[in-house]
Nanobody
Framework: VQLVESGGGSVQAGGSLRLSCAAS?????MGWFRQAPEKGREVAIF??????RYASSVKGRFSISKDNAKNTLYLQMTSLKPEDTAMYYC???????????????WGQGTQVTVSS
């Protein structure tokens, strides 16, 4: 399965962006991660049973969704802050173990830069 992210860019604080992650085949669970210097953590996840989960730092500002017909995961980001600046990666897997997706596939990333 190949994952291709898009939608990153530069925006001012308070702005919005929508990231997309197109999968070449159906997957059961997907998530967005971000990596900035000395960081690297889960932002939001989506499981095919409808489970979603958000990092506390983005809860209420970001929304994850999936178009199953297109095998595409989205991350709608609003009220962006400079600390949201990072490379955002999409990941996907075919199984959930103990409520955690077993990620087997990773995209190349898309850069999000938020200026103050």
């Amino acid at each position: 399965v190949q994952l291709v992210e898009s939608g990153g860019g530069s925006v001012q604080a308070g702005g919005s962006l929508r990231l997309s992650c197109a999968a070449s085949d159906s997957v059961y669970c997907m998530g967005w991660f971000r990596q900035a210097p000395e960081k690297g953590r889960e932002v939001a996840i989506f499981h095919s049973d409808g489970t979603t989960r958000y990092a506390s730092s983005v809860k209420g500002r970001f929304s994850i969704s999936k178009d199953n017909a297109k095998n595409t995961l989205y991350l709608q980001m609003t009220s962006l802050k400079p600390e949201d600046t990072a490379m955002y990666y999409c990941a996907a897997g075919q199984a959930v173990v103990f409520d955690r997706c077993r990620y087997n596939y990773w995209g190349q990333g898309t850069q999000v830069t938020v200026s103050s």
